[in-house]
């Protein structure tokens, strides 16, 4: 079938040349489609596109650069061979720098511009393959916006898919940046309250006695400055879902005001008498050891225990590095668009520099980087390369203390656990009371987890090497 291997756009003035060029690619079994002038071709083009354009150099009227700049705007995928007249290189040179992929030079010698075609046609192909397995990869591992490939988010947004639906409060718990904002944002959008409010309100940044009434609202002359009635977030977020940041924030008082409200879904405003029912779904969340502050006493255990039944804990990026080349990908292609750099690539080494960094503000600071990157590469700058990224970012980290295996997986605690063991008693020559002593726990403790590591390792092998005494 003509046509199946691709179409060819060939665009020459000289008839002859045209018609040859024309002929052969058919017998190779291209659909080709040629035009003896720029304008008329291009008009072909930006019609129905085009595997591969084919365009000689010097032409009346619209001579091929500016054909191959047009062709380039309307398409910037479309691979392009110019033929260039005998000798003439410095124009070949000029067309490659606009985007011509190759260049052949006249008389054409039509094996030769078979070869190019096959090769054109193929690059072509493959570079859309790949960036259609790369798409299909972002959708696979996201949920909507959210970008996560390792296990540990596809955990997370596998909880997610599960919570979201439900009217159940969430907690969520993950260091600062780690996208805590944005999975709350996709709870609520992806349940039955999506068509009302989703409200956020920080616990840290608003000052205590503000607090209570954004919260829940004041009667007129509750206080000096309520001159009149208003309502707080839990009466604006009936039949929505209120997100309330950095929760260990919250005041104690307030804590058991909050307590309340989702027991029974009631309250009352600031000054007010009155009880007010609504439903609010609660999400909370937290950069802080939740616990800790229980035992510190400025978080009440009722309501940890009453929040934390539903819990979304994100890792923190260092440890799922295999989400930092999606992430990077992701936010390049956006920033690329938002700065009209359409053309603006990355090289692949910077990515992996980029996947082995510390990532101390996770997700947010690989996005603050990413646009940085994007608006300071200047006019000239193709591509991203290493001399671009910031000094902090080139030096490679120092080697974490517990390396992490080859698959990137997240550890158990049991191997954590193991490990530590180990080392320490490495570290005391075998002692094991000393052992024992700088791990912290007790001697029979260790005795018993080193006979069970004795015992799993017995398990692996095969029967002949747990018996020695059997050689
Ligand atoms: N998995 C992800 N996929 C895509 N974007 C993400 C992801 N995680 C975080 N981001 C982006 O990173 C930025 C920080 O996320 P977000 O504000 O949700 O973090 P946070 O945990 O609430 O941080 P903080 O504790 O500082 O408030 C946002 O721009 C967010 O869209
Ligand atoms: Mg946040």
């Not at 009466?235 to 879902?241: F, M, S, V």
């Not at 990026?317 to 359409?342: I, M, T, W, Y």
Request: hydrophobic fraction near 40%; charged fraction near 30%; aromatic fraction near 4%.
């Amino acid at each position: 079938m003509a046509g199946s291997k691709g179409l060819v756009v060939v665009i020459d003035d000289d008839e002859g040349n045209r018609k040859s060029i024309e002929m052969a690619l058919r017998k190779d079994g291209y659909g080709v489609r040629s035009f003896a002038s720029g304008p008329q071709g291009l008009e072909y083009l930006k019609e129905n596109g085009a595997d591969l354009l084919v365009t000689d150099l010097r032409m009346p009227g619209m001579d091929g650069l500016e054909v191959l700049k047009v062709a380039k705007l309307h398409d910037p995928g479309l691979a392009v061979l110019v033929i260039t007249g005998f000798g003439s290189v410095e124009s070949a040179v000029d067309a490659m720098k606009q985007g011509a992929d190759d260049y052949l030079q006249k008389p054409v010698n039509l094996v030769e511009l078979r070869k190019r075609v096959a090769a054109a046609v193929e690059k072509r192909r493959l570079a859309q393959e790949v960036r259609q397995l790369r798409e299909r990869l972002e959708e696979k591992f996201s949920f909507g916006t959210i970008i996560g490939a390792s296990r540990a988010m596809q955990q997370v947004l596998h909880q997610l898919s599960l919570v979201a639906p439900t009217r159940s409060s969430v907690l969520i718990i993950g260091e600062s940046g780690t996208g805590k904002e944005l999975i709350a944002n996709a709870l609520h959008q992806n349940s039955p309250r999506k068509e009302f409010r989703f409200l956020p309100i920080n616990c840290a940044a608003i000052p205590a006695d503000i607090l209570e009434s954004e919260l829940f609202g004041h009667e007129r002359g509750a206080f000096t400055g309520a001159v009149q009635r208003k309502a707080g977030k839990f009466e604006l977020a009936d039949r929505g879902t209120l997100f309330l940041d950095e929760i260990g924030e919250l005041p104690l008082a307030l804590q058991a005001k909050l307590l309340r409200g989702l027991e029974d879904r009631s309250f009352m405003r600031v000054g007010g008498t009155e009880t007010i029912t609504v439903d609010v779904r609660i999400i909370a969340a937290t950069n802080s050891n939740l616990e800790a502050r229980v035992a510190a006493g400025t978080f009440r255990n009722d309501l940890y225990y009453r929040l934390k039944v539903l819990t979304i804990e994100i890792p923190p990026l260092r440890e799922r590095p295999e989400d930092v080349p999606l992430l990077a990908r992701r936010f390049f292609e956006s920033f690329k668009a938002e700065n009209s750099r359409p053309n603006l690539q990355v090289s692949p080494e910077v990515i992996e520099v980029l996947t082995q960094a510390r990532w101390e503000g996770n997700v947010r600071e690989l996005r603050n980087l990413i646009e940085s990157l994007v608006i300071l590469a200047g006019g000239d700058t193709k591509v991203i390369t290493l001399e671009h990224l910031p000094e902090n970012y080139r030096t490679p980290p120092p080697a974490p203390v517990a390396p992490r295996p080859e698959t990137g997986q997240p550890r158990t605690m049991e191997e954590i656990e193991k490990e530590a063991i180990l080392k320490t008693l490495e570290q005391t020559g075998g002692n094991r009371t000393r052992a024992a002593d700088l791990l912290g726990i007790g001697l029979r403790t260790l005795q018993r987890k080193l006979r069970e590591y004795e015992q799993a390792q017995g398990e692996g092998r095969p029967a002949s090497d747990s018996h020695p005494g059997e050689d």
